[in-house]
């Protein structure tokens, strides 16, 4: 194990025992985008004995400029993001074990998600998913780390439950849809993902290896393009916080969101089943085959019907692309899949 990390042992802040609180720890990953393939790479590499990466989504060539796990044969093959940061992980560093999780984070499964896990960090891509998380980290005392990256600007924030302020007492409500850029409208660069993960990442070690006292403990911003850095101490929690003043879990308590959700830029519409469900993709691919040619894997399967490609995941997930049309989505759902 020295030989490996003699240079971050060397590191007197981390040090043999610091780097022993490493290989013992179990980090959750929600999202494995650009952020989250960014924070899988480096804390493999700093010895993290676990990581548990939970990802909706596959592997596309748009991904590739700013996704640094993945190749082009992922992208080629479709591999899901979750898998395909496996694979390249064991090539990294054989010592992390990955638990890879196919499936979209909501609040049927949120709180399985982060059970057993020392520390939860964002990469993922909408602030629905990122207040679940808040709810459900404050609920069960669970450190995690906000980031989120756009264009040449990035955000993120380490919320420490009872210590520091948590994600809603800073963002009470939801921003309106379409009122914020997504990388699909306003484009994104790789400097702003590396900037926002190395300070992401920097945190989760400092927590990991028992030196809270360093955290930055406030809202950081940058803007990579315009040489912009700010920071914004953070203080004492809101007692009237509906979270973590009130202990009122409004994400996680509500019911299921809706059954579909178009996926902002992307022409493409997300149908989810009403309740957890296993496909078997074999007999399902052999059922469609009949009509339309069929790709898949263990993981997924996808063809065309018409102007539209179907994605369907194991979980009976469905991406639907070429509309943004969630009634035409849910009807070649229903005539396809059926769930």
């Not at 074999?282 to 993981?299: D, P, Q, R, W």
């Amino acid at each position: 194990m020295n030989d490996r990390y003699s240079r971050q042992i060397l590191f007197r802040e981390i040090g043999c025992e610091g780097q022993e609180r490493l290989r013992n720890s179990r980090v959750l990953l929600v999202g494995c985008g650009a952020l989250g393939a960014s924070h899988a790479e480096m804390l493999s590499r700093a010895g993290v004995g676990r990581l548990r990466i939970v990802d909706r989504d596959f592997v596309e060539f748009t991904n590739l400029q700013r996704q640094t796990l993945f190749k082009e044969s992922d992208a080629t093959d479709r591999l899901p993001k979750a898998v395909a940061a496996k694979k390249r992980i064991a090539e990294i560093n054989s010592e992390t074990h990955v638990e890879e999780i196919v499936a979209d984070v909501n609040n049927s499964n949120i709180e399985g998600l982060i059970a057993g896990c020392d520390l939860v960090l964002d990469g993922t891509d909408n602030f629905q998913v990122r207040y679940l998380v808040n709810d459900a980290c404050v609920k069960h005392d669970v450190t995690w780390i906000y980031g989120a990256a756009v264009s040449s600007y990035g955000t993120t924030m380490t919320i420490v439950p009872g210590e520091t302020p948590c994600l809603r007492c800073i963002f009470e409500e939801i921003p309106d849809a379409g009122s914020s850029p997504t990388c699909d409208t306003a484009g994104v660069i790789m400097p702003i993902i590396a900037t926002v993960s190395a300070v992401q990442v920097s945190e989760a070690i400092k927590i990991l290896v028992g030196r809270r006292e360093a955290l930055h403990r406030s809202l950081m911003q940058f803007d990579v393009w315009q040489n912009d850095w700010r920071k914004i101490k953070l203080t004492e929690p809101n007692p009237d916080c509906k979270t973590c003043g009130q202990m009122i879990f409004e994400f996680l308590d509500a019911e299921r969101g809706e059954f579909s959700a178009v996926l902002c830029g992307r022409n493409a519409v997300q149908i989810a089943p009403p309740k957890p469900t296993q496909l078997d993709l074999e007999s399902l691919a052999a059922k469609i085959g009949a009509t339309s040619a069929v790709k898949h894997n263990e993981y997924l399967l996808r063809f065309t019907s018409g102007e539209h490609e179907v994605t369907v995941f194991r979980d009976a997930r469905a991406i639907i692309r070429g509309t943004d049309d969630a009634t035409v989505a849910r009807s070649l759902y229903a005539r396809f899949v059926g769930v």
